[in-house]
């Protein structure tokens, strides 16, 4: 039988399907010369028990807790279903098991849930019901939409049957639906990612829906939209907006790879962005299939959101946590999204870490300020922690921190400011048999008469996410580290700069 999980991400590759296939069957486990004893597991990032994680599927709150869903397998990039995984902060997760399991050569892809208070499916108040797609056909590439529910607050399901949004072509990208409740129209209102395009439904009842139109975006070239998002949301300013997205493939036009999204309003009919270009939830490599979910302590003005650390052009292998602790891939750590007015009129997501990241500090050191003119290396050494500092400068080429350093300083993942921009470079804690190749250094834009920068650099044992000044901006990232890559180094180039205000905190091993 094909591979039904990878088909559906071959495609963004180019890559055959024979080669598709072979690369996804690699089972857990050694592989390469590398050998792993000490356990790589993330501390503070949300891991499944065992075997491979991809997609998350947007949390629904029931009950005060938060009910996580995530594509899971056995084995790497092979055929899954669902895994559920509860939390009441979206810092520490508890697995609960598989909710939609693997059916026989019927695996379940992305989609989202809702709960249906009203009850308008006629599964009972109070009802979960998901759409999600599964490939159909005689075509392994063809999608269409099926529906579930559950009637224990989201733990087990039902399949419903048929599909209630059949493929209206037979196209080989026509996937993820993600629910949204229209308040001012009462009705279901779902988007579904195509090639350069999300279209969109609406139904009364999550079972019967109707198509209304589709959004187009093709020049210049962000490739097919998977994951997509939609949602309303306050701003600082007190106005209401629609807010559009999904994950894309950027790096066809040297645009990031992860979430672009719009502002823009929904008539009930059509989504009206308010520019022409998205803007970015990320510019690192990993922050793709993401998904944002209501604060359920401030609905209106407050969201959740939370990305798969992976990225389709290296995903489809293996990684050291196969071989040290039997698992492949994390989750980003939870940020919290603001809608912020911008002085030029326009609307923009700030991000940044969940504040109930700040109940599992364990130790806080504060290094005291210093100012360096070439390369100084802090006292501190960890493998899990959270960077808060202030770097600022008058004249200088090149400014920035090392994290990961090794004690012979030959490994290490550089994050800085470069000539207008902010910049990871993570190919300096590459490995003989784990490399990103030509994916190893992101970069974004900052102002370039900037003197100043405000870094928040989140560390865990496979992983740097770097927040930077009010959250704007944000690059997230696998990195393979060592287990003795434990250093931190400051450095400046061209000229000296104060770095200040530092503070590491530790966290307390929430997968332990």
């Known amino acids: 039988m094909p591979n039904f999980a990878l088909s559906r991400r071959s495609l963004l590759q180019g890559i055959g399907a024979t080669a598709a296939v072979a690369a996804g069957q690699a089972l857990l486990g050694p592989v390469g010369s590398a050998a792993a004893t000490t356990s790589l597991r993330a501390v503070y990032h949300l891991t499944p028990p065992a075997g491979w994680l991809s997609d998350p599927q947007r949390p629904i709150h029931v009950d005060g807790t938060y009910n996580l869903y995530y594509l899971h397998s056995d084995q790497d990039n092979a055929p899954g279903g669902w895994q559920h995984a509860t939390t009441t902060d979206n810092v520490a997760f508890t697995d609960a098991g598989s909710a939609i399991p693997l059916a026989p050569n019927f695996p379940v892809w992305t989609g ?87 279209t969109f439904y609406t139904s009364p009842d999550l079972k019967h829906w109707t198509h209304q139109s589709v959004f187009s975006y093709s020049s210049p070239n962000i490739g097919g939209f998977e994951c997509p998002d939609l949602y309303q949301m306050t701003a600082d300013d007190g106005t209401s907006h629609w807010v559009l997205g999904g994950s894309t493939q950027g790096d066809y036009s040297g645009q990031p790879d992860t979430h672009a999204y719009w502002t823009g309003s929904w008539d009930g009919t059509t989504f009206t962005p308010d520019g022409t270009d998205p803007q970015w939830l990320d510019w ?150 784990y490399s990103f190749g030509s994916y190893g250094q992101s970069q974004a834009p900052i102002d370039p008469s900037a003197r100043s920068v405000h870094l928040r650099i989140l560390v865990d044992r496979q992983s740097v996410e770097v927040f930077v000044n009010a959250g704007f901006t944000v690059l997230s990232h696998q990195v393979y580290f060592e287990t003795g890559d434990t ?26």
């Open 112 to 198: 989202s849930g809702v709960v249906d208070t009203d009850n308008t499916a006629g599964f009972g108040a109070g009802a979960v019901v998901v759409l999600a797609t599964q490939p159909t056909g005689g075509d392994a590439y063809q999608q269409e939409q099926y529906l579930w529910y559950s009637t224990d607050g989201g733990t087990t399901f039902t399949a419903h049957g048929a599909p209630v949004i059949t493929n209206p072509d037979g196209s080989n990208w026509f996937r993820d639906p993600k629910i949204h409740w229209d308040s001012a129209r009462q009705e279901w209102v779902v988007v579904i990612g195509r090639q350069q395009a999300l």
């Open 284 to 433: 690192g490599w990993d922050w793709y299939a993401a998904v944002s979910w209501p604060n359920a302590a401030s609905p209106d003005t407050s969201r959740f959101a939370i990305g798969w650390m992976n990225n389709w052009h290296y995903a489809a292998r293996t990684v050291p946590t196969d071989l040290s602790d039997g698992y492949n891939g994390q989750m980003s750590i939870a940020r919290e999204l603001r809608l912020a007015k911008q002085p030029g009129g326009w609307y923009t997501l700030l991000s940044q870490p969940v504040p109930a990241l700040a109940d599992h500090v364990t130790a806080t050191v504060r290094p005291a300020d210093t100012t360096v003119n070439g390369s100084f290396d802090l006292s501190y050494h960890g493998s899990a922690y959270e960077l808060d500092l202030d770097i600022s400068w008058q004249q200088l080429n090149n400014v920035g921190l090392s994290v990961g350093r090794s004690a012979n300083g030959t490994r290490h993942t550089n994050i800085g400011i470069y000539q207008g921009t902010v910049y990871v470079d993570r190919r300096g804690s590459d490995q003989p048999d």
């Open 487 to 512: 250093g931190i180094s400051l450095y400046t180039d061209g000229g000296a700069a104060t770095f200040a205000n530092m503070t590491i905190t530790g966290f307390a091993d929430i997968n332990g």
